[in-house]
Each structure stands twice: as C-alpha cells, then as structure tokens.
C-alpha cells in the first residue's frame, strides 16, 4: 500500500470520528457513557469480526498469544481514552471536545521520542503548532475550563499512547483487522463489566440511542478504527497523529450543521489552518523526495 493510499485511509477515519463526537454527544440523553461505550464496542467488534477471521484464514504469520495479549492491553487503554471522552460530554461542547481530543497531536511525537526512542521529522514540530494554534482558534476560548475540558485533555494523553502502541503491533505481528478486533472486545467488555453495575442498562437506553449506537459502532467503531490500523502500517505515528487530528475540523463542521454551533471568523481561519496542516503533511515528503532525486541526477557536462 502506498503512503498516499495509507493516508487517505487515516483523513476517511478522521471524518467519521468527527460525526462521531455528535453522536457520542446526543447519546448520553439516554444511555450512561460506560454502558454506551460497552454496547457501541461489543457491535464494532462483531462488525469487524468476519474481517479479522478472513484475514486470520489467509495470514501466513498468525498472532501469538502474546500477541493477543499485547492487543488486550491496548483495548484497556483505549477503553480509559474513550471512556474519558465519553464523560467529558457531560459538561463541553462537541467543539471543545475536538480541540481538547486534539492534545494527542503534540503527545504522540514526545510519546514516540520516550517509548520507540524515534525521532520524527523536523517538520512535524512547526506542523504541530499551526495545528495546535488552529485547533486553539477553532474551539474559541478556554479560560475557564469546565470538568469535560480536563477529561479530555487526559483523554488525549491515552490516544497518543492508543496511537503508539498500535502502531508498534500491526508493525510487529501484522493483522490489522484481527488487532482491531481484539482491542474492540476488550474494550466493549470493559464497559459492559463495569456498565452494568454503576449505570444499569434498560431496553428503553437501547432504543433511545440506538441510531448513536450502531453509528459510532459500525461506522466510527468497526470501520474507522480499523482504516486507523491498517494506514498505520505505512504511516509514521506523527504523520497519522497530524491526519487523525483533523477530526476536530469535522466535528466542527458537524456540531455545526446538527446541533446548531456556530464557527465565528476566527474558528473559520482555524479550520483554514489545520487542513493547511493535513496538506503539508501530504506535500512535503512528496517534495523533500523529488528534491532529493533532482539532487542525485548527474549534472550534464558543459561543453568546452
């Protein structure tokens, strides 16, 4: 696959996730955020379940238990990631939750220089702070910043680390689709184990969300995820942080055109400058390898 085709894969996701914050706002008028985030992972597990057994029939490299494992741990801190985020909704707007969901932007890098001891691209940092600065524009003033606000922003810790560590496991033992799954049941286990309990969970919940429920399962949960895992293997952990960070543009958009926020000038400029952000991202390995082949041509000899 070619990083191009990678990325793409990496912008669809970004886009789904972002109606997704929509969803996963409305949602909590009837449904508790651990027992929605059980349910919605339970379906995208199922949904993605037929996959991961096709690609385990035709694998010639099958995970090892450990492996499984490994998946297993991810799903738990993928669980924390979404669960924060889930809670957050309670008390921020679904624009603040996309710039605040955003943080795992600057996180990954710093988190990719502490764990995989890699350093990315000198371009990154300067694309990091335009896409921070438009992602601050976007979401429009922070001053006082309600619990939500804080829920997020750990949450964005954990999906940078989300990020790094399935990076590192479709790297290592391949099966994207089949990783996804595991880290999807885990995932919706958890939130069923403790869903239960704490929330309870009642037919009428189920038909109250149910529209969020098979949105954000299937599409946000069993498609988007699994598009993150599979871009992922052509695509350095930075590059899909940038990518996947224009979900707050898309949940800008959508919080826009279905529950009626508004973009002001100055969140306007702020969308201008994170898609600016997916561009060059996209650009300038494709320009910094074309200067480097021209470079590597021999010169014509002049004549005498």
């Known amino acids: 696959m070619s990083r191009l085709t990678a990325n793409s894969l990496l912008l669809i996701a970004a886009m ?96 990719g220089i502490v764990i995989l001891r890699t350093w990315p691209n000198a371009y990154i940092w300067p694309i990091v702070a335009i896409a921070l600065i438009g992602a601050y524009l976007l979401a429009g003033r922070l001053e006082s910043m309600a619990v939500g606000d804080l829920l997020n922003v750990l949450s964005g ?24 799954c595991l880290q999807f049941l885990t995932a919706g286990l958890l939130g069923m184990l403790f869903g239960l309990p704490i929330e309870g969970l009642a037919l009428h919940n189920l038909t109250g969300a149910w529209f969020e429920i098979i949105y954000t399962g299937v599409f946000s949960g069993g498609l988007s995820f699994t598009l993150q895992a599979i871009g992922q293997r052509y695509t350095p952990p930075a590059d899909a942080a ?25 969140q306007v400029i702020g ?34």
Not at 165 to 176: A, C, E, H, K
């Open 157 to 180: 810790l954990f999906w940078a680390l989300q990020i790094i560590l399935i990076g590192r496991l479709v790297l290592q033992y391949g099966n994207p689709i089949t990783i996804a």
């Open 16 to 111: 789904v996730w972002g109606a997704a914050f929509v969803a996963q706002s409305t949602a909590m008028d009837s449904i508790g955020p651990l027992s929605f985030t059980g349910v919605r992972f339970l379906l995208a597990a199922i949904s993605v379940a037929p996959f991961a057994y096709f690609e385990w029939r035709k694998s010639e490299k099958r995970i090892p238990l450990r492996g499984m494992l490994q998946s297993a741990f991810v799903g738990a801190i993928f669980f924390i990631a979404i669960t924060l985020q889930q809670y957050g909704f309670f008390t921020t707007s679904v624009t603040n939750a996309g710039f605040l969901t955003a943080l795992y932007v600057v996180f990954t890098p710093i988190m």
């Open 242 to 266: 940038i990518l996947l960070s224009s979900e707050s543009l898309f949940a800008a958009i959508f919080g826009a055109l279905l529950l009626n926020e508004r973009l002001t000038g100055s």
């Open 271 to 304: 969308c201008a400058m994170i898609f600016s952000c997916i561009l060059l991202v996209e650009l300038l390995p494709l320009i910094s390898r074309k200067l480097r082949r021209s470079g590597d041509k021999p010169q014509a000899k002049q004549p005498a």
